[in-house]
């Protein structure tokens, strides 16, 4: 049966309803997952629901912990895909269940895991500044690093938003503007990529984006989230890195070097600083030490 423009989903409900006899708020908890995952692949690559692939998911899975969603609510996602996908699979329309593996991690009280320094500088060193997308490639994993700023403030940079002599970016987020500055390295990689590699890239002259994909076009979370993997495996690190870790290892390793949680505030854009206090729960026992004991209000 040639179901390719027949409304999947549709059907998915009609089989909710007469097989499965699923309640209503299971149903509707069931559709609405997969709309909002359906409009998210949209947005970001154009592809449906029947192409994804477990990485997809995962990214999709980042985005949703970056938009501030509790583990409970990622894991009713997982489960609500890992029945669409077994439903897919019943009507021979695909082979595996992309969703199988899916995990919503760990309770939502655990810290979450960041890298070493000795694992930041085998994560930089992977990308090699030899080609066009080694280059963009080394350009923007430095700047994560260098910045602590959100994925989806990365893919939304334009070119005017950076100073080069200046050693800072221009981030905008929930309407609020802040400059957050580079350390030497990210600007001269930076430098050498907006210099000699972007506009061989772009689509087109007029296209603002800082970043964008081999395409030309600007670059999605998805694409920068399958980049981080590459370079991951590259590497060897065990560790499941995600562009939040880079954040969260920013954060850290400024709070452990001596920064003041103030100013470490004022970079990741964090309105309440008790959003950032969490950061210290990261650093060596001994910082935490000292900043309970040095701070007034501690």
Sequence with gaps: MNMKNVDILA???????????????????YMRDLRQLQEYLQQENGSTLQEVNDTD????????????????????????????????????????????????????????????????????????????????????????????????????????DVNLPSGNIRCFSKNRERFIPMYPYAVSILRDYMDHVRASLVSSSENEALFVNMNGERMSRQGFWKIIKYYQNKAKIKK???????????????LENGADL??????????????????????PTSIRDVYQNAHPRA
């Design 57 to 160: 998911l995962q990214a999709y899975i980042e985005h949703l912990r970056e938009a501030g969603k509790s583990v409970s609510t990622i894991a009713r996602n997982i489960a609500s895909w890992k029945n669409f996908y077994q439903y897919l699979i019943l009507q021979n329309l695909i082979k595996e269940n992309p969703a199988r593996s899916l995990s919503a991690g760990k309770a939502e009280h655990k810290l979450p895991e960041i890298l070493t320094n000795k694992e930041v500088e085998l994560l930089l060193q992977q990308p090699k500044a030899t080609d066009a997308k080694g280059t963009r490639d080394k350009a923007m994993l430095e700047l994560m690093y260098a910045t602590g700023i959100r994925v989806s403030e990365l893919i939304d940079l334009n070119v005017s």
């Design 11 to 29: 059907l998915y409900r009609e089989y909710l309803i007469t097989e499965r006899d699923a309640s209503e708020n299971t149903m509707s908890s």
């Design 262 to 283: 103030k100013s470490v505030q004022k970079m990741l854009g964090h309105s309440d600083i008790s959003s950032t206090l969490f950061y210290t729960q990261l650093v």
């Design 240 to 254: 499941d890195i995600t562009p939040h870790m880079l954040r969260h290892s920013f954060a850290a390793h400024l």
